[in-house]
Nanobody
Framework: QVQLVESGGGLVQAGGSLRLSCTAS????????VGWFRQAPGKEREFVGR????????YYADSVKGRFTISRDNAKNTVYLQMNSLNPEDTAVYYC?????????????????WGQGTQVTVSS
C-alpha cells in the first residue's frame, strides 16, 4: 500500500504563497491520480484539487481555482500544491490521498492512503 507524506506547511501572511509536497513511498504512485484536500477546525474535509497520474489533467474546487496549482514529478514520486494569494479562509490541515478509481470526483470516500496532513495557517 502506498504511504503518503505531506510537507511544506507553515505560517504565512495573507497574500503570500506556500508550496506543499506529497511524497509517496512506492513507485506505483506514478500510475495513480492524486487528490488534495483540506480540513479546517470544526469543518468537514474539503476537496481542493486533483491531478491525473500523468499530470496532464487537473481540476480544482471553485474556492481555489486560479490561485492553486497542482503538479507532479513522477521521477521523484512527488505531487505539489502551489498556493498563491492565500487568505485566512485557506487556513486548514492539508492532506493528499491517492484516487481509488479512474473517475475524478471530489468525494473524500473515493480516495485512500491518506497522509498525516500538514498545517497551513494564513494570518490576516
Amino acid at each position: 500500500q502506498v504511504q503518503l507524506v505531506e510537507s511544506g506547511g507553515g505560517l504565512v501572511q495573507a497574500g503570500g504563497s506556500l508550496r506543499l509536497s506529497c511524497t509517496a513511498s512506492a513507485r506505483t504512485f506514478s500510475s495513480i491520480a492524486v487528490g488534495w484536500f483540506r480540513q479546517a477546525p470544526g469543518k468537514e474535509r474539503e476537496f481542493v484539487g486533483r491531478i491525473s497520474w500523468r499530470g496532464g489533467s487537473t481540476y480544482y474546487a471553485d474556492s481555489v481555482k486560479g490561485r492553486f496549482t497542482i503538479s507532479r514529478d513522477n521521477a521523484k514520486n512527488t505531487v505539489y500544491l502551489q498556493m498563491n494569494s492565500l487568505n485566512p479562509e485557506d487556513t486548514a490541515v492539508y492532506y493528499c490521498a491517492n484516487a481509488l478509481g479512474a473517475i475524478a470526483t471530489p468525494r473524500p470516500a473515493d480516495y485512500g492512503s491518506w497522509g498525516q496532513g500538514t498545517q497551513v495557517t494564513v494570518s490576516s
